[in-house]
């Protein structure tokens, strides 16, 4: 059966690279896409009051501050004959299948919220793992030179995969109701998890458990099997300095977007009259067109110029874009001007997050890639929720002008943080760290 099944794998084909994570983000955003935006619209057009969406929106966003529990144990855990990280990303997609399906068969899911949010909050669980196991994948496989690249069509792609289920699931859960809205979004998902499962990490590898195979050579040295290993080795690399500055990095980038883009809704709807229906048809306009030129050239760019030079640039027209929101206060209540600003913005937001991402992912070591990366993200996601918690007290205190240069400073402060970040020295430190620890674990036996 290994010879009638003889792809190139992630390994041997960059091409494949770019295709597989681009297809794993795909899948990725398709369930954000409805769980973040196209759910809590549609409970709000059915009467169900803020805090009952606001349950709804915990539930779903608890699991992504918790992946940095799952992923030491894809570290120390997995099964090498099928390569490193790829049996988790399949497990990952096997219950985020399996979990929509007993989402979609909540029985009169608005008036038993109880199974409603903890079939949501399971959902967003097999979401996140599917995350964290395709993040350290692509740490494992993708070439530093290549990272970029790939971060734009990974992020461009689950942008791309949120429009399309806003657009399609959502005019289905209108027409023909919530059951099969979500076995077609069960159906989207099984569809592209066709890609993890023919496309191997490395040559010589099993597709499946019962397929022929072996661990390969690469995947063998960087599997590390000993807590005490894994754990000194994520110490030594967040002793580094340059790991504690793209922490930093990632909670200032990541609140200020939070910030900005909880405050961005309440200003369309107080200022320029629009509904949250219209906002949203806005707010996924914007993802696609930013996700389709993401995927193109936002990567690209920031591989051909460097990730730092282009960030740098990115950072400075999104402060020059909302420094003209601010003074364009007699044209705020002008919809053409809000609509063209809000693609601008995500367009640049999204580039800008390609690149920081991008950076993380150079800054992390392939034998703890899941744990490191994961870290990183949730340090984001941590940075997601502080940003979002100033909207209030900042809005309540100041008038708009004064809040959107908050978010401002919030990015000067993000842009001051990047300069100080050496990426060449991190890498070279983080190899010494990994042939240290290798030598370790075989002093070990």
């Known amino acids: 059966m290994q010879a009638k ?20 983000y795909f899948a990725e955003g398709l369930a954000q896409g409805m769980l973040f935006v196209g759910i809590p619209a549609w409970m709000a057009m059915q009467g169900k009051s803020p805090s009952e969406i606001g349950q709804f929106a915990v ?41 929509i399906i007993a989402f979609a068969f909540v029985d009169d899911p608005l008036n038993n919220l109880n199974k409603f949010l903890a079939a949501a909050f399971l959902v967003s669980s097999f979401g996140a793992m599917q995350d964290a196991a395709g993040d350290a994948m692509a ?5 530093a030179d290549q990272q970029a690249r790939a971060n734009g069509y990974m992020q461009g792609s689950r942008m791309v995969g949120s429009s399309l289920s806003l657009v399609l ?6 027409e023909y109701g919530f059951k099969a809205s979500m076995l077609t979004l069960f159906f989207l998902v099984a ?33 590390i099997s000993n807590w005490s290993v894994i ?14 500055l793209v922490v930093i990095l990632l909670f200032i980038t990541q609140g200020a977007y939070n910030f900005f883009e909880h405050l961005l809704p309440i200003f369309a709807v107080k200022i320029t009259g629009w509904t949250n229906v219209v906002y949203s048809q806005a707010f996924a306009t914007a993802d696609l067109i930013g996700g389709i030129i993401g995927m193109l050239a936002g990567g690209y760019l920031i591989e051909r110029f460097g990730k730092k030079r282009m960030i740098n640039i990115y950072f400075l027209l999104i402060v020059l874009l909302v420094l003209a929101l601010n003074f364009a206060g007699v044209y705020w209540q002008n919809t053409n001007m ?29 034998n703890i890639s899941a744990s490191q990366f994961t ?14 918690s100033l909207v209030g007290p900042i809005k309540e205190n100041f008038n708009w002008n004064i809040s959107f240069i908050f978010f401002e400073l919030f990015i000067g402060l993000a842009w001051l943080i990047l300069q100080f970040i050496n990426i060449e020295k991190h890498v070279a430190k983080i190899a010494e760290l990994e042939h240290e620890s290798t030598k370790s674990l075989v002093d070990t036996f």
């Open 5 to 24: 099944i003889n792809f190139p794998t992630l390994s041997e084909s960059a091409f494949l690279r770019y295709f597989n994570f681009a297809a794993l």
């Open 59 to 99: 539930a779903c966003s608890v699991p992504w501050t918790f992946k940095f529990i799952i992923a030491p144990l894809m570290d120390r855990y997995t099964y090498l004959p099928m390569g490193r990280k790829r049996p988790w990303v399949l497990f990952g997609h096997l219950g985020l299948m399996l979990s």
């Open 139 to 143: 740490v494992d496989v993708v070439p």
């Open 169 to 174: 699931c959502s005019w289905i859960l209108n």
């Open 191 to 223: 569809l592209i998890t066709i890609v993890p499962i023919v496309i191997r990490e490395h040559k010589g590898e099993k597709i499946l458990p019962f397929t022929t195979g072996k661990a390969s050579e690469t995947s063998q040295k960087l599997q």
């Open 231 to 244: 754990l000194k080795a994520l110490f030594n690399v967040f002793r580094l300095r340059n790991s504690l």
């Open 338 to 366: 809000l609509y063209g600003f809000i693609i601008v913005y995500r367009l640049l937001n999204a580039i800008a997050k390609i690149g920081v991402f991008a950076i993380a992912m150079q800054c992390c070591s392939k």
């Open 375 to 388: 870290i990183f993200m949730t340090m984001g996601a941590v940075g997601s929720i502080a940003g979002a």
